[in-house]
């Protein structure tokens, strides 16, 4: 396995991302700006009875292509990732601890990328201006790298669960393969360099968790368990987050691995919810942060 760099998350990414930001700016308003000449003798025209035109449509679209693959190279470059205190480095994480002041929850998504339903969640956090952290399959990935891409992206951290989704026992060797190429493909996809793993079901036992402890994985566990994945109905899915949530707390939810509609359309209520009771969202390295800190706090007061 590559050493890791650490570059602290959201600084890292962000900056890259914030410029990318700039850059389709910039080419938006070069791609929509009309030649000077022509405006000038052209008559008045009412553009909102106008059909959109889908050539300029089509260049943008094209446009945002191009600069997604070229901020990917350069990740690949740099080599990103996400930081992780160094106390976390081989543990297990369920929940953080945080001091009464802190309220804050982390939203974490499995088992995708999915058609659809992975797009849907994109964007429902998007529109809440909600940061999360998706636990993809590398056979998923494999399948549907613009959607790993789309997540990297819009800023949301990505992490390693596993190639296969497999619950029996894995040798070393095999528990080598399921995650490592996982992160591989990753990096090959995506650019960023994860340090964060999840395993398939929540089972410790199997060889999976021991290889990823030793490879100084942080293994990010759950503390609110949807049960999303048993298709329960909407109310029920949204009460399993609800009643078991605390502040530093970690949310389980999937959005990929089936039909996940009920997940889609729980998710809104879910944040909603969160909100009236005053707590903000944060991804998983960013609450270890957070844990991390506090822990520093006490330590210098003794």
Do not use: C
């Not at 570059?7 to 938006?28: D, M």
């Not at 369920?94 to 339903?117: C, H, M, R, V, Y």
């Amino acid at each position: 396995m590559e050493n890791k760099k650490s570059f602290f998350w959201p600084q890292g990414i962000l900056v890259g991302l914030v410029a990318l930001g700039g850059v389709f700016s910039l080419g938006f308003m070069m791609l929509l700006r009309p030649n000077t000449s022509e405006a000038q003798s052209r008559p008045n025209i009412n553009v909102k009875n106008m059909p959109a035109n889908t050539g300029v449509q089509q260049r943008i679209e094209k446009f945002k292509g191009a600069m997604l693959t070229s901020w990917q190279q350069q990740a690949q470059v740099k080599g990103f990732s996400y930081a992780v205190p160094s106390r976390f480095e081989g543990a297990i994480v369920k929940a953080a601890k945080l001091s009464q002041q802190e309220k804050a929850i982390a939203l974490t998504f499995d088992d995708g990328p999915w058609p659809q339903s992975t797009k849907q969640v994109l964007d429902i956090l998007k529109s809440n201006n909600i940061k999360g952290t998706f636990f993809v399959i590398g056979q998923n990935l494999k399948n549907y790298p613009e959607l790993g891409k789309e997540i990297v992206a819009q800023g949301h951290v990505i992490a390693n669960h596993t190639w296969h989704h497999w619950y029996h026992f894995f040798n070393q060797q095999a528990a080598a393969f399921e995650i490592d190429r996982t992160e591989d493909l990753i990096y090959q996809v995506t650019g960023v360099k994860t340090t964060l793993f999840r395993p398939p079901g929540g089972i410790m036992h199997n060889g999976l968790v021991g290889y990823a402890k030793g490879q100084k994985y942080t293994v990010v566990l759950w503390s609110a368990d949807s049960t999303d994945y048993k298709q329960p109905a909407v109310p029920k899915l949204i009460n399993n987050v609800i009643k078991d949530s605390r502040s530093g707390g970690i949310v389980l939810m999937h959005d990929g691995g089936g039909n996940r509609s009920k997940t889609v359309q729980a998710l809104p209520v879910i944040i909603s919810n969160f909100r009236k009771q005053g707590y903000r969202f944060v991804t998983i390295p960013e609450l270890l942060e957070m844990e991390d800190k506090d822990i520093k706090l006490v330590e210098n007061k003794k």
